[in-house]
């Protein structure tokens, strides 16, 4: 009986239960789209960071364990590193951020083609001369790009003389030289990529090196990326700003179904007292509120999942390059979750009122 009455309050008022349902949708789009974007933004850094190739990365004692490298690295660490046992190349990337997450890298491109097995080209090819650029196949299509064309970037004019197939470190690449010069860093770079002989001596290259250059951060790139999770202690602002969502989504939900259900008590007043006339108790009046409450947050977070599979489409047709978005299904729990427990919140006032109607009152209602 209960459920019946339910689904046909729901019924009786179609516009309402469906503006409601698609409020409460809002927030839940809202945490599962910032989900999915962190989610997203940080696995295409970890399969970036290990298509270079690289085993070992090489950093300033300034660096951060999570944070926009910087040129202060000298370069002439390269060949020093690679002359070491276990290692087979040693390389470095100046790094110029231009519109984070993006950045400009300075590479040296026959030394990057011998670490990873060079880029896959899907149009033209590599550098010809000084103010050549290579951007990977989602920076062209966000920005239109195509071989041949000018583009200007760091108060410079480029030629983009390849595309490539993304998934090897680079967004956006130009010779190491040439960044330096523009960056007044002359034999500067940001980090030193550094491939084994063996992926199994990433370890040891990495000890070793550690002793040889201990006023430097070195890390094996899966202890790089394994650091790259919302959980990680440097990115705690992350997690901070997650919370300060969820949060936000929380107090929508419950102002969303506490207006709904405080206008659905008023307008069945009369109804109300039929059912306490009728010896309905307080417990089962509640209860009818409750579960209409419950039904719109189930119909809202149910939305709210299918809205962030459009905002998953509309990021991935506008920036592909700037913000990848993955589907974060374990958020779908947490999320529903979250909207339920407002949604029962945002109820309990509306209907604990309606619990506490004098039926002769209510009946005597107009």
Same mark, same amino acid.
């Given at each position: 009986?209960?459920?019946?009455?339910?689904?046909?309050?729901?019924?009786?008022?179609?516009?309402?239960?469906?503006?409601?349902?698609?409020?409460?949708?809002? !927030?839940?789009?809202?945490?599962? /789209?910032?989900?999915?974007?962190?989610?997203?933004?940080?696995?295409?850094?970890?399969?970036?960071?290990?298509?270079?190739?690289?085993?070992?990365?090489?950093?300033?004692?300034?660096?951060?364990?999570?944070?926009?490298?910087?040129? /202060?690295?000298?370069?002439? #660490?390269?060949?020093?590193?690679? +002359?070491?046992?276990?290692?087979?190349?040693?390389?470095?990337?100046?790094?110029?951020?231009?519109? !984070?997450?993006? %950045?400009? $890298?300075?590479?040296?491109?026959?030394?990057?083609?011998?670490?990873?097995?060079?880029?896959? =080209?899907? %149009?033209?090819?590599?550098?010809?001369?000084?103010?050549?650029?290579?951007?990977?196949?989602? #920076?062209?299509?966000?920005?239109?790009?195509? &071989?041949?064309? +000018? #583009?200007?970037?760091?108060?410079?004019?480029?030629?983009?003389?390849?595309?490539?197939?993304?998934?090897?470190?680079?967004?956006?690449?130009? @010779?190491?030289?040439?960044?330096?010069?523009?960056?007044?860093?002359?034999?500067?770079?940001?980090?030193? #990529?550094?491939?084994?002989?063996?992926?199994?001596?990433?370890?040891?290259?990495?000890?070793?090196?550690?002793?040889?250059?201990?006023?430097?951060?070195?890390?094996?790139?899966?202890?790089?990326?394994? @650091?790259?999770?919302?959980?990680? !202690? @440097?990115?705690?602002?992350?997690?901070?700003?997650?919370?300060?969502?969820?949060?936000?989504?929380?107090?929508?939900?419950?102002? &969303?179904?506490?207006?709904? @259900? =405080?206008?659905?008590?008023?307008?069945?007043?009369?109804?109300?007292?039929?059912?306490?006339?009728?010896?309905?108790?307080?417990?089962?009046?509640?209860?009818?509120?409750?579960?209409? *409450?419950?039904?719109?947050?189930?119909?809202?977070?149910?939305?709210?999942?299918?809205?962030? =599979?459009? *905002?998953?489409?509309?990021?991935?047709?506008?920036?592909?390059?700037?913000?990848?978005?993955?589907?974060?299904?374990?958020?779908?729990?947490?999320?529903?979750?979250?909207?339920?427990?407002?949604?029962?919140?945002?109820? $309990? =006032?509306?209907?604990?009122?309606? *619990?506490?109607?004098?039926?002769?009152?209510?009946?005597?209602?107009?």
């Amino acid at each position: 009986m209960t459920f019946k009455l339910v689904i046909e309050n729901l019924k009786h008022r179609p516009m309402r239960s469906l503006l409601s349902i698609l409020l409460i949708a809002v !927030p839940v789009t809202l945490i599962l /789209t910032l989900a999915g974007m962190t989610d997203g933004m940080l696995e295409d850094s970890r399969q970036r960071t290990r298509g270079s190739g690289a085993d070992v990365l090489v950093r300033g004692s300034t660096a951060a364990a999570i944070a926009t490298f910087s040129g /202060t690295l000298d370069e002439r #660490y390269s060949p020093k590193i690679q +002359s070491q046992p276990h290692v087979s190349v040693a390389t470095g990337v100046l790094v110029h951020s231009i519109d !984070p997450p993006l %950045a400009v $890298m300075g590479i040296d491109l026959d030394q990057f083609t011998r670490m990873n097995g060079g880029f896959r =080209y899907m %149009a033209g090819g590599g550098f010809e001369g000084p103010d050549d650029m290579l951007v990977d196949n989602l #920076y062209a299509a966000q920005k239109h790009l195509k &071989v041949g064309d +000018s #583009y200007q970037s760091l108060n410079h004019g480029w030629r983009i003389c390849g595309i490539v197939e993304t998934g090897k470190l680079i967004r956006i690449a130009v @010779q190491a030289k040439t960044l330096q010069e523009l960056d007044d860093l002359p034999g500067k770079v940001s980090v030193i #990529y550094v491939k084994a002989d063996m992926p199994a001596h990433a370890d040891l290259v990495a000890e070793e090196l550690r002793k040889l250059l201990p006023s430097l951060s070195i890390s094996t790139v899966e202890e790089w990326t394994s @650091q790259l999770t919302v959980s990680s !202690p @440097q990115l705690s602002s992350l997690r901070i700003f997650t919370n300060v969502v969820i949060g936000i989504g929380v107090v929508i939900a419950f102002a &969303v179904v506490c207006l709904a @259900q =405080y206008m659905a008590v008023l307008q069945r007043t009369r109804e109300i007292g039929i059912l306490k006339s009728l010896g309905a108790a307080k417990g089962f009046i509640l209860g009818i509120i409750l579960a209409e *409450a419950l039904g719109l947050g189930i119909g809202g977070s149910v939305l709210g999942i299918l809205m962030s =599979y459009g *905002a998953k489409w509309l990021i991935n047709m506008l920036v592909p390059a700037s913000i990848q978005m993955a589907i974060s299904y374990q958020w779908w729990p947490t999320a529903t979750a979250i909207t339920l427990v407002a949604a029962a919140l945002g109820a $309990m =006032y509306p209907g604990l009122s309606a *619990a506490r109607h004098d039926p002769i009152e209510a009946l005597a209602y107009e």
